[in-house]
C-alpha cells in the first residue's frame, strides 16, 4: 500500500518562499507520477503541478504563473513542490498524489496524502 506524507507547509509573508515535501513509501516510486493539488476552504481541489515517474516532464497550471516548481528525487522516494512569491489566494491545504502511468491535471490519482496547510499573510 503506498503511503504519502506531506511535510513543509507553514504560515509566510506574502512574497515569501516554502519548499513542499512528499514522501513516499511502500512500492516503486519511479514507477508512479506524482502531482500536487491544493484546496483552498469552500472551493474545488484545484490541481497545481505534475511531474513524470522520470522527472523529465512537468506540468504546472498556467495561473501559478511560474512561481511553483515541481520535480523529485527518485532516489530519496520524494517529490516536491518549491514555491516562490506567494501570495494570500496561495493559501489552501496542499496535497500530493501519486498515479501508475501518465500524469494528469484531473484529481484522477491512485493515492493521496493527508496534506499541509500553507498560509501566507498579507
Known amino acids: 500500500q503506498v503511503q504519502l506524507v506531506e511535510s513543509g507547509g507553514g504560515l509566510v509573508q506574502a512574497g515569501g518562499s516554502l519548499t513542499l515535501s512528499c514522501a513516499f513509501s511502500g512500492r516503486t516510486f519511479s514507477s508512479y507520477a506524482m502531482a500536487w493539488f491544493r484546496q483552498a476552504p469552500g472551493k474545488e481541489r484545484e490541481f497545481v503541478a505534475a511531474?513524470?515517474?522520470?522527472?523529465?516532464?512537468?506540468y504546472s497550471q498556467d495561473s501559478m504563473e511560474g512561481r511553483f516548481a515541481i520535480s523529485r528525487d527518485n532516489a530519496k522516494n520524494t517529490a516536491y513542490l518549491l514555491m516562490h512569491s506567494l501570495r494570500p489566494e496561495d493559501t489552501a491545504v496542499y496535497y500530493c498524489?501519486?498515479?501508475?502511468?501518465?500524469?494528469?491535471?484531473?484529481?484522477?490519482?491512485?493515492?493521496w496524502g493527508q496534506g499541509t496547510q500553507v498560509t501566507v499573510s498579507s
Open positions: 511531474v513524470s515517474w522520470s522527472g523529465m516532464n512537468t
Open positions: 498524489a501519486a498515479r501508475r502511468g501518465v500524469y494528469s491535471e484531473v484529481p484522477q490519482y491512485d493515492y
